[in-house]
């Protein structure tokens, strides 16, 4: 078992800066998800770990170890990729025991390891065939025994479920975590879909532009966005923004000139703002409306209605349960949950916590 520690880590390529005096720690056994959008360092700073990509400053700590210099061979971490990275003339059998035959382990000891890891995995009527035999999810489960079986103390996984139909990946997203909690090695999920991080790790770390934006559970990071990105970036569908003035009454002026009634911004009177609305946090309740939308499309999902609206000129995205009985064009009132509102300085796009 082993934690990690990065200090000052950076990354160069040529001028440009990819990840930028980067600190973090990662303890013992922890399942922790590196998310944020395309280019923003998150599988650049996983191959550092792993010794695929050289560190142009700071140290990598494997145990209290420096690994910098130690080659990828030496460093007992397994890395599960998204092309899967199997080869394509060798057995399930032969991709999950190469690692085990590369070091020369005895036959005995490596049918025993390739045995447990298709039993844990449901690979076992399946490790005679190519992996051109085998289907997405199939293929993706070798490639996690043929980490498994060398009994890493480290694994890192590199956007292992991109590749995978919707309902696959959500039933790799449960084989992972279950094989994370049996085995109890620290994992690092690098993934750019913040619905995997929610439901898998037990700590989220959202990068942005090489610079790490805020670290937390995933309730933290739901609940309690330390700025704009993290708020907008968490959360399906996204979180709505509305810009504007808090007004003397504690209300808030929007750009357009409406006035968001029966609020209270954690600001002064005059101070420009973002509130943040989640889309279920909000409901067409003419008891307690706020505003009045437009609503432009009423979008069934099963479950719940996405309702896509019109804010004086603003968009508006509700999340209701169950089906929305809305026409288009039509003028509705709306509500807000006050107690779950965000609000976020314009300036400094920090969130803005009441005293």
Known sequence: MSSVSLRGLEKHYGTQRVIAQLDLEIVDQEFLALVGPSGCGKSTLLRMIAGLETPTGGTILIDGRRMNEVPPMHRDVAMVFQNYALYPHMSGAGNMSFGLRMRHESRNVIEAAVAEAAGALNLADYLARRPTELSGGQRQRVAMGRAMVRAPRLFLFDEPLSNLDAKLRVHMRTEIKALHRRLQV???????????????????????????EQIGTPEELYERPANLFVAGFIGSPSMNMLPGVVAPDGGLVLESGVCLSGLTPPAPPGQTVILGVRPEHMAFNPA??????????VQPTGADTIVVCDLAGLPLIASQRDYAHLERDSEVPVSFTLSRLHWFDQTTKSALRPN
């Open 186 to 212: 620290t994992s690092i999920y690098v993934t750019h879909d913040q619905i995997e991080a929610m439901t898998m790790a037990d700590r989220i770390v959202v990068l942005n532009g090489g610079s790490i």
């Open 288 to 297: 307690a409306a706020s505003a009045t939308v437009r609503v432009l499309e």
